[in-house]
């Protein structure tokens, strides 16, 4: 079954992947800020980090330039994206790599269980990519009898767990060492009964679980950070290790990338590989960073193939006010800095793309109608944008969300809905002081319904706003009647009114 | 219609009527010294002396040890290198070019102070996991980042061998120290496999705390080659 599309172009596939959640934000956000833990662990992460990058940020003295630069490249790749995508397919097929093509999640799903097939594998290491988890492949290869082999540390912890990622950068962020022991003594076969807690530990239990499988790895699979069109390289930066024995050490080599990550010149990537690891880590460089391009005899797999994927993108290229959300490297600064994500954390946005940047991309993949939620999701603090290595202005594109879902819904609804009814009521009420003036007023009574301040529940239509949150009550005084009250009647810095009024017969209030 | 014509065509559709006639340019970013300079820094400005200090600080800053020599104490400090760490047995790419040494032929084994050196023949991936560590060369490094890059070039080997093995001893010479990011773009080649690595592995997936020493070489080991130095 197809969702329904934008401009004609078809989102992602319903059915598939990990797009859409069970649940709508609000419902999903109150279950986990019911938990403390969570909000610790979460509190503590998001802390730590904000302070490392806000540190290695810093350094640079052209720091605004890079981020200039970055924002320019990436929109000039998406401007003629599909010259780039011949260009790069020409250049990995000239190094002996296979490029292949995936409108949607299904058929990059179906092409790698081929492709492992084909290599005579029943098992797969997978360097830690989002791209995979977002089309469900792990799923699909289990369907298909393959064993797929989570390496990156966090993702570990959360396959064993059985559990689900819950942040671009460390899918398990929402666990604390106690938790991640306690998953490592269940689940790791043969793992020392005496394993503390200390990461260190944790970590050395990893390396012990995975060093077996890869040295005896056939397939590896992996995603992409960036694919050079000029050269037909790709790259993949992690910290760990197990990345580049995923890429080196098996025969086959798949790479699953979004068509969304191409880059159009070499000398482009050093641009990202100074925004990247001090955005993501908070470090001034990753501890590693692969390279390559096609087959290299004698050095690391002698097959390649690379993985193209639509899955919804070409219908966010379709909308010129959202475009810049697909300008993302995946860094996960604005999740740390956002005060909704700190809180919440990441499976209430139900998406492998959480956070500020998630609730942008994850309805733009899908169709705004399948995460109609997730627009909402957000204070509009703008904290996000001031962090975003690529200046995404995530708070006006979560605005335009909100705007194409009240759209979209009165496109395919007789009775306008609640917020289409109130935006309308506002904006007559708004058009003239007097009518403002009036409504303020009356307003004031709201404060029947309020306690300290808040009130929990307005009465329909308005329920719709207070199911979600609490509204201020309003004050004893307005802001009109306390400038009468200080400055008498004189219309001092209230000339703009006068223009505005002038001719409706309305205009008199302030004389 | 094939995946790759839908692909393509969707992604004209959804540029239609919005993009500028002119096709792309052949490089966005516009060469470091070309006419058209990008803004952001593309080369640095320390003299030599202060560039391998800054290198030195930062390889040490993300737990590399840090060694510096000079070209006729080399193989000395390599020496002291694998007797402290207590090395036995060190896999080396051909090409290594150590003064000093005759290094053994590929598949073959030589010796230093009683270190067995295994020069790499094609050794398979659980006889890499049976060595102490492993010496190489690099293509370049960044010393703002503390980042050395190594492009399976002469004296490098495949990318295997700095990466099985726990211990890594990687030889840098002053000449090929750059201060930026963009600067070492410039002099790598693309068509090569390249590992960039700062720092030993590590991960910050537990609780965001930094642990070094995952599955990558847990011990990352610098000799600096100075020529002013000795």
Redesign the interface.
């Known amino acids: 079954m197809s969702a329904p599309t934008f401009?004609?172009?078809?989102t992602a596939p319903r059915g598939v992947g990990h797009l859409r959640g069970d649940e709508p934000f609000p419902v999903a956000a109150r279950r986990a800020l019911a938990d403390t833990q969570l909000r610790r662990?979460l509190g503590?992460?998001t802390r730590?980090?904000r302070a490392k990058r806000a540190a290695v940020v810093g350094e640079l003295?052209?720091w605004e330039?890079?981020r200039?630069?970055g924002q320019?490249?990436k929109a000039?790749?998406l401007?003629?994206?599909?010259?780039?995508?011949?260009q790069l397919e020409e250049q990995v097929t000239a190094?002996g790599g296979v490029v292949?093509?995936?409108?949607d999640a299904n058929?990059a799903n179906r092409i790698v269980v081929g492709l492992v097939r084909a290599a005579g594998a029943t098992e797969a290491v997978k360097v830690k990519s989002i791209v995979t988890d977002e089309i469900g492949l792990n799923d699909a290869l289990a369907a298909a009898g393959i064993t797929a082999h989570e390496?990156?540390?966090?993702e570990l912890?959360v396959q064993l767990g059985h559990d689900r990622p819950s942040h671009i950068l460390?899918p398990?962020?929402h666990r604390?060492?106690a938790e991640?022991r306690d998953i490592f003594l269940r689940e790791m076969v043969g793992v020392d009964p005496g394993l503390t807690d200390s990461?260190?530990a944790?970590?050395?239990a990893?390396?012990l679980h995975?060093?077996r499988q890869?040295?005896?790895a056939r397939v590896g699979i992996s995603g992409a950070n960036f694919a050079?069109a000029?050269?037909g390289?790709l790259c993949v930066v992690e910290?760990?290790?197990?990345g580049?024995?995923c890429l080196?050490?098996p025969d086959t080599l798949i790479t699953v990338m979004g068509?969304e990550k191409v880059l159009?010149?070499?000398?482009?990537?050093?641009?990202f590989?100074?925004l990247l690891?001090r955005s993501s880590?908070g470090?001034?460089?990753?501890?590693?960073?692969?390279?390559?391009?096609g087959v290299?005899p004698?050095?690391?797999p002698q097959q390649f193939h690379l993985v193209?994927l639509?899955n919804g993108r070409?219908?966010a290229?379709?909308d010129?006010a959202g475009r810049p959300a697909l300008h993302c490297i995946r860094c996960s600064a604005c999740l740390n800095v956002c005060p909704v994500y700190e809180r919440v954390g990441g499976h209430a946005y139900g998406s492998v793309y959480p956070g500020p940047i998630g609730a942008v991309l994850s309805p733009m993949l899908t169709g705004v109608e399948d995460n109609a939620s997730l627009p909402y999701a957000s204070s509009l603090c703008g904290a996000c944008y001031d962090a975003c290595p690529v200046k995404i202005d995530i708070p006006s594109l979560l605005v335009h969300l909100r705007a194409r879902h009240v759209d979209e819904v009165a496109e395919t609804r007789r009775v306008p809905s609640p917020e289409a009814v109130t935006m309308a009521a506002a904006a007559w009420v708004m058009a003239s002081p007097a009518r403002y003036e009036a409504a303020q007023r009356g307003g004031r009574a709201g404060r029947l319904l309020g306690r300290g301040g808040r009130i929990r529940r307005l009465p329909p239509p308005l329920s719709a706003w207070t199911s979600a949150r609490d509204a201020p009550a309003p004050p004893a005084q307005t802001f009109r009647q306390w400038w009468r009250t200080e400055h008498g009647d004189t219309g001092h810095g209230d000339t703009g009114h006068r223009d505005t009024g002038h001719g409706s017969g309305e205009g008199g209030e302030t004389r | 219609m094939t995946a790759r014509d839908e692909v393509l065509g969707r992604i004209r559709t959804a540029l239609a009527g919005d993009r500028p006639e002119a096709g792309p340019p052949a490089a966005s970013a516009a060469p470091p010294d070309g006419p058209a300079a990008p803004a952001y820094r593309t080369r640095g400005e320390l003299d030599p002396p202060a560039l391998l200090d800054l290198l030195a600080g930062r390889l040490a800053d993300y737990r590399s040890h840090v060694r510096r020599t000079g070209p006729g104490q080399l193989l000395d400090t390599v020496r002291a290198a694998l007797a402290e760490r207590g090395a036995r047995r060190m896999v080396l790419p051909p090409g290594l070019d150590l003064p000093g040494l005759a290094q053994a032929a590929p598949g073959q084994a030589g010796a230093l102070d009683g270190v067995e050196l295994i020069t790499d023949g094609g050794l398979s991936a659980q006889e890499l996991d049976q060595m102490d560590g492993v010496i190489t060369r690099a293509a370049v490094a960044v010393a703002e980042t503390g980042t050395i890059v190594l492009d399976a070039g002469p004296g490098q080997g495949r990318r295997a061998l700095s990466l099985i093995p726990d211990y890594h001893l990687c030889l840098i010479e002053a000449a090929q120290v750059v201060a930026l990011v963009p600067e070492a773009m410039a002099r790598l080649r693309p068509d090569r496999p390249l590992t960039w690595i700062s720092g030993p592995s590590a991960t910050s997936d537990i609780e965001l705390d930094r642990v070094e020493g995952v599955h990558g070489p847990r011990t990352l080991e610098v000799i600096l080659i100075d020529t002013g130095t000795g």
């Open positions: 401009l004609g172009l078809p662990n503590r992460a730590t980090i003295p052209d330039e890079l200039d630069a320019a490249i000039g790749a401007a003629h994206l599909d010259r780039y995508l011949e190094r292949h093509w995936a409108r058929d390496t990156d540390l966090a912890i460390v398990a962020i604390n060492r991640i990461p260190a944790l970590a050395e990893a390396r995975l060093r890869f040295l005896s050079i000029e050269t390289t910290s760990e290790g197990n580049r024995m080196t050490l068509i159009p010149s070499w000398a482009d990537l050093g641009v590989m100074q690891p880590t470090e001034r460089m990753n501890p590693y960073t692969s390279m390559w391009t290299t004698g050095d690391g193209l639509d070409t219908a290229l379709a010129p």
